[in-house]
């Protein structure tokens, strides 16, 4: 008889052969594996365990498991990974189907003083709302054409990606991750897998490590990766502009809205929010392009234009920073009204597939950013996991172009869209 944990979709278990690896010996039926042993794959007790078919068994088995002279198993997929984030993720993330922040997820709903986990701030209005507002575009699906093979690839900063699809700013392994890994290997999992398919990471700033370390990582990658640093002191970021720029990185990034935290300033490290003279001061000191993240209306975005900023980086972090919030693409349209071809728009906020980012793309966006779903990635499968997500995410746009009619990105635009 076989088994499947129903809670991972990922481990099998076959009652004859048994799972010596997880203290289960050969002939052991479900219902007497003890009430303390945990699922290898997810960590969860054997009440998730439901009988399955030999075809579901091998296949998941040929997936997930080592072979019987110990080599890696064959396929190491996304489902393969997202199994894996989910028990290195035990408590905070459900690694469910559709990453959305809805009410049900493991990640949502108040913390009481907790850490925020993955999820949202307060009751996780924000992160929902991001995914709502893309949900309120469909798209226009036109075939009668002539064939062509899209053109995906694009351009940030001087420098030419594969597709308009990059990485989040990310960190804090320790206080989100359940501290799955070193903070320097998360990083290195979001430089590497961005690089390896041929787009760029960005790293973030976490108060739990040294401020630099960001930007140490990007050095490591031969300065590939963006680092995004937290609005401290103006001094401080000024020193940190000079090391970004010592280090040949691809531009420099502030998020903006990390001004609310607590965390940073109980670290002695008090973090600020910036007015426009200390915007222009920041992208004067440095011959990188810099960019300002975390903007959320069309008036800071103006600001941030006036400033000489190369990128104005709409986002609400996710929402964990403000809940109560607009989704992020609620206000793409205005913005992009205003400044399409003045200053790279750059957007994030629960874009997941290629679908998501066809939808900015035609909403003004010049690049999408994909968050959580590379931070499941890196964690469980550094850099090679995190390439195999952008190749998803680049298939579904390359379909999605083909399908709504769009040979290059510039056909995209909200022509093709239908607002509900
Ligand atoms: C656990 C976690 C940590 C984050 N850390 C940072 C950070 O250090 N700096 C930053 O600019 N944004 C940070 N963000 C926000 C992301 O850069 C991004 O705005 C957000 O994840 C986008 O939403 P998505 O995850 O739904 O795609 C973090 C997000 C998460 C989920």
Known sequence: MYFICTYCNAYV???????????????????????????????????????????????????????????????????????????MLTGLCGVHPVCDGARDRVCAGQKYGKPL?????????????????????????????????PEMKSEIFGMEIV????????????????????????????????????????VGNTAAVPDHLGIDMVKENGGWGIAVFKPQSQDRLLELFKLAEEYDAIAIGVDLD???????AAKGKPVYSKNPGELKELVDSTSKPVFFKGIMTLEDALAV?????????????????????????????????ELKGKITIMVDGAIRTGYDVLKVIALGADTAHIGRPLLRMSLAGGGDAVRL?????????????IMTGCKTLKEATPNILVPI
């Open 13 to 87: 278990y076959d009652k004859k052969e048994g799972d010596p690896e997880s203290g289960l010996a050969p002939g052991t039926a479900v219902s007497d594996i003890p009430e303390e042993w945990r699922c290898p794959i997810c960590d969860q007790p054997r009440e998730y365990m439901q009988e399955t078919t030999e075809e579901i068994f091998l296949e998941k088995k040929s997936r997930t498991r080592k072979r019987k002279d110990g080599s890696e198993p064959e396929k190491k997929d996304l489902t393969y990974f997202r199994a894996i984030s989910r028990s």
């Open 389 to 401: 997500y952008y190749n998803y995410v680049k298939g579904d746009l390359r379909r999605a172009m």
């Open 163 to 202: 597709a308009p699809v990059l990485g989040c700013s990310i960190s804090g392994v320790k206080a989100s991750m359940n501290d799955a890994i070193p903070e320097a290997e998360f990083y290195r999992g979001l430089l590497q897998g961005a690089q390896k398919f041929g787009t760029i990471g960005l």
């Open 117 to 149: 986990g993955v999820g949202g701030a307060g009751q996780g209005n924000t992160f929902h709302a991001n995914f709502l507002a893309l949900q309120k575009y469909k798209l226009k699906q036109k075939v009668v054409k002539e064939h062509y093979e």
């Open 258 to 264: 990390g001004c609310g935290s607590a965390i940073w």
């Open 305 to 337: 234009a006036d400033s000489g900023a190369a990128g104005v980086y709409l986002s609400n972090h996710g929402g964990r920073v403000l809940d109560s919030g607009q989704g992020v693409v609620e206000i793409l349209p205005d913005v992009a009204a």
